[in-house]
């Protein structure tokens, strides 16, 4: 297949590869029609008839209610402050112990610092990349008030043995679904199999409204506590007569008009996007599967992954080559995506650092010079953020994990088979490519 272009030769190919871009005449036509309406936002941060948002705001959140099966949905502006408010909603605070991924984007974990409880990290399946039972059956101590789960990459944790370990504790489960919309486990829809879920409208997620996000609950008094959270509860509850006024501090946490009006919009198209997604996984997977040091997920039978990115597993003792330079050679041979100028081939070695490692973690500092909540005198417990606590995540991130986004719509055949391509030809080249990283090391 000629010479590597890390070593020089012609890439495989040049022209850049279609943008995810699923914004069209649609949400023009709805945005158009919210500013003819002259209504962009209708929350009032009171007791008032429009505390809970606009006719569009109430529309999205039915149809998202019904979409994925769930009692309660609302919308927030992003899925961080969806995640924010569902941990307020459990009532957690000083002193508790809320378990998470180290393996996911920060907000993930910082959801229990907004609250001053500790973030305690439990580790992941080597398989789906999310929290183990096992694990998390370690981690829990009379502090754990939560669990946050996070289905990464579009893969459903394994729910039913999580959940049943947290009724027996009584710990109150939040999902984070933000990179698994549509995604399902044994039929059901993630986001719903918890007490609470939170999904993102993010710009790079399978649908978006630029930002943006939902919660969803089945649980009537979760559903009223987040809705007070994002709309300045302290200044609501006396006249709702709310009870439990337990972190009913406020934000303002609230999506607007428009946005809802293209979630509406994107809502439609998101079966038949993941569909493609999957579709595009499948014929890549069959054109990859005969490379020896590749290696898939597999999923159950009733387990339905959307892959927000597509998850590589690489063997480098059967490859002879570090992750580090495969994945550079790849890039050399491919070209950047149209919107995602800059950036290169969209493939990289790992996902994210393990959040423990992060310096708030190492250094326990996050609200004030003591240290809080690490330090806050209602804490009793001890937690360990050593590099090592979590070896399924750092082997994951530092040495076996590859993940690429070459593989969304409109991604066509001719695309992946240019994608599919580059892996073989540099496994076509191994020796060359030994010998190059082997002098690169030496220089």
Request: contains cysteine; negative net charge; charged residues 20%.
């Amino acid at each position: 297949m000629g010479k590597l272009a890390i070593l020089g030769g012609e890439p495989v190919r040049k022209k850049p590869f279609p943008g995810y871009n699923i914004i069209g005449e649609e949400e023009q036509n709805a945005v158009s029609a919210v500013l003819d309406s002259g209504i962009l936002s209708r929350y009032i941060g009171g007791q008032h008839p429009d505390f809970m948002g606009g006719p569009v705001v109430q529309s999205f959140e039915a149809a998202w209610a019904e979409a994925f099966s769930s009692k309660h949905a609302l919308a927030v502006n992003s899925a961080t402050s969806g995640l924010y408010a569902a941990v307020g909603a459990a009532g957690v605070g000083p002193g508790d112990e809320i378990i998470v991924s180290p393996y996911t984007m920060m907000a993930s974990a910082t959801a229990a610092i907004v609250y001053n409880a500790v973030p305690v990290f439990a580790d992941i399946d080597p398989n789906t990349f999310c929290l183990s039972v096992e694990s998390i059956k370690e981690k829990i101590t009379p502090r754990t008030r939560a669990i946050i789960i996070v289905h990464i990459f579009g893969q459903p944790a394994d729910m039913d043995p999580i959940m049943e370990l947290a009724k027996f504790n009584n710990i109150l489960v939040i999902e984070d679904a933000a990179q698994a919309p549509f995604a399902t486990y044994k039929g059901q829809p993630v986001g719903t199999l918890g007490d609470i879920g939170v999904f993102s409208l993010n710009y790079h997620k399978h649908i978006h409204t630029g930002e943006g996000g939902v919660v969803t609950t089945n649980d009537p008094e979760l559903a009223e506590r987040v809705s007070l959270i994002r709309n300045h509860a302290e200044a609501v509850v006396g006249k709702r007569g709310t009870s439990n006024i337990v972190n009913m501090v406020g934000f303002n946490f609230r999506m607007g008009e428009i946005e809802a009006a293209i979630g509406l919009c994107q809502l439609k198209k998101g079966p038949s996007l993941v569909e493609q997604r999957c579709k595009n996984i499948s014929f890549l997977e069959r054109k990859l599967r005969d490379i020896p040091f590749l290696a898939f997920q597999e999923c159950a039978e009733d387990v339905r992954h959307v892959y927000y990115v597509h998850p590589i597993k690489f063997n480098g003792q059967v490859s002879g080559l570090k992750r580090e330079t495969f994945v550079a050679a790849i890039k050399a041979e491919l070209p950047e995506t149209e919107l995602r100028e800059g950036e290169g081939a969209l493939i990289g070695a790992g996902y994210v650092r393990p959040i423990y490692l992060e310096p708030m973690y190492q250094q326990k500092i996050a609200f004030g010079e003591n240290g809080y909540p690490f330090t806050h005198p209602s804490y009793d417990g001890t937690v360990n953020y050593e590099k090592g606590i979590c070896p399924e995540t750092e082997k994951a991130h530092f040495e076996t994990l590859i993940t690429h986004e070459m593989m969304r719509p409109p991604m066509s055949e001719d695309d992946l088979n240019d994608v599919a391509a580059a892996f073989h030809k540099i496994n076509e080249n191994l020796p060359q490519l030994r010998e190059f990283e082997t002098n690169s090391i030496g220089s």
